[in-house]
């Protein structure tokens, strides 16, 4: 039975950050009841194609999953293992703002069988908090971290962001090294951009927010590299650091190209061989699932060469790379007869290495992976 991964999206926030460009959106108490029961529906009526398929990861994300009341996270939860097969032994993840968990609510998530918990703490220092328009303080990151080990949380995952306005290498090691003092299992660190749409995007159009420069954002991203793989992470995709065994299975499964069903406002689902994304805004969702029991906005099954494309993109973000031998038995063609011509000028230019089995991305070209990975979605190549 081929597994898949469920994803449930919360697209409510208590304040849209100023560098968000997620669907995300502010709390609306009325609404928010009725989306609950949208997704349960919603749920219901994908369960049948998926009566094959076995759940192993779960992940409710957001927006901010924890601003709804707990009791809804359970009972949405609950109506997972209803409506389809989750493995015993599945992951189970929940995204939280370090503003919205009581003490009482994080020990029910525990109970409920919720068995992780990604943090967006962001930052450690105050100033920094306030520039991201965060809403929580250093202590409430405390505070939830200690409330989480204690509700008996042992897979806890901090969300970091560095290269920020005015960010100093010191203030940047600091931020690890306060990480690290928490232990966690799993450290995600991400890079700021500047995405449009954004209020950072419009401040500094206007001169009102400076970006530091490319070079020092490297900077920070090798020191990041070399603090936490020295402090025995893994460093197993781009952003990505965990102890041994603490990888995040259901970001793993979207890497390696496996099959997840999305629900919720926006979500985006590879199902059955299909590809296919929900309407973003929530009332419009809610309207539309209560109509028809699905809310469809876009859908495609892509083509071969597509495939290709994203299976590349998606591997070489992965430390451990593409594996050649997978590629070939998914698309009947190697590697090299695929791409030819960007793979010679890529590891020409020192920004990707093929060993023995494996594509892998060097340190340089891991800074610059995103446009080493368009030369993989543009390259036309006539032997597809
Ligand atoms: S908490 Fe996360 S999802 Fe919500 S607005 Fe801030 S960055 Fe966006």
Redesign the pocket.
């Known amino acids: 039975m081929d597994a898949i991964g469920l994803y449930l999206h919360i697209p409510y926030?208590l304040?849209?950050?100023g560098?968000?460009d997620?669907n995300?959106h502010n709390i609306n108490e009325a609404e928010m009841e009725s989306y609950v029961r949208a997704l349960l529906a919603e749920m219901e009526h994908y369960a049948p194609a998926a009566a094959d398929r076995r759940v192993d990861t779960i992940f409710f994300g957001?927006?901010?999953p924890t601003t709804l009341p707990f009791t809804d996270l359970a009972r949405i939860l609950k109506a997972c293992h209803q409506h389809f097969k989750v493995d015993p032994e599945a992951e189970i993840t929940c995204e939280a703002?370090p503003a919205t968990i009581p003490q009482s609510d994080l020990k029910e998530l525990r109970e409920a069988g919720f068995n992780r918990l990604s943090i967006?703490v962001q930052s450690f220092d105050p100033a920094e908090l306030e520039r991201l328009e965060r809403v929580h303080s250093v202590d409430e990151v405390y505070l939830t971290v200690e409330r989480a080990r204690t509700a008996g949380f042992d897979n806890l995952s901090l969300d970091l962001m560095f290269g920020l306005p005015g960010q100093t290498v010191e203030r940047w090691q600091d931020n690890l090294k306060r990480a690290l003092g928490l232990n966690p299992e799993h450290l995600s660190a991400y890079n700021l951009t500047i995405e449009p749409d954004t209020v950072f995007y419009k401040q500094q159009a206007q001169g009102h927010l400076v970006m530091p420069p490319d070079d020092f954002q490297r900077e920070l991203f090798e020191i990041t590299i070399d603090t936490l793989t020295s402090a025995g992470y893994e460093h197993y995709e781009i952003s990505n650091y965990a102890k041994p065994a603490k990888q995040c299975r259901h970001n793993l499964n979207y890497w390696v190209n496996g099959e997840y069903l999305g629900l919720g406002a926006g979500a985006s689902s590879t199902f059955n061989g299909e590809r296919f994304k929900n309407i973003n805004l929530p009332a419009r969702y809610i309207a539309q699932i209560n109509e028809t029991q699905t809310a469809v906005e876009s859908r495609e099954t892509p083509d071969r060469r597509q495939r290709m494309g994203e299976a590349v993109m998606l591997g070489l973000r992965l430390r451990d790379g593409l594996r050649l031998a997978t590629f070939e038995q998914q698309f009947g063609l190697s590697f090299h007869e695929a791409f030819g011509d960007p793979l010679a000028r890529l590891a020409g230019m020192g920004l990707l290495e093929i060993n023995s089995d494996r594509a892998v991305l060097t340190r340089e070209g891991l800074f610059l992976a995103d446009s080493v990975i368009v030369e993989f979605i543009t390259e036309p190549e006539e032997v597809i």
């Open positions: 926030c304040h849209k950050c560098y968000c997620f995300s957001g927006g901010t703002n967006g």
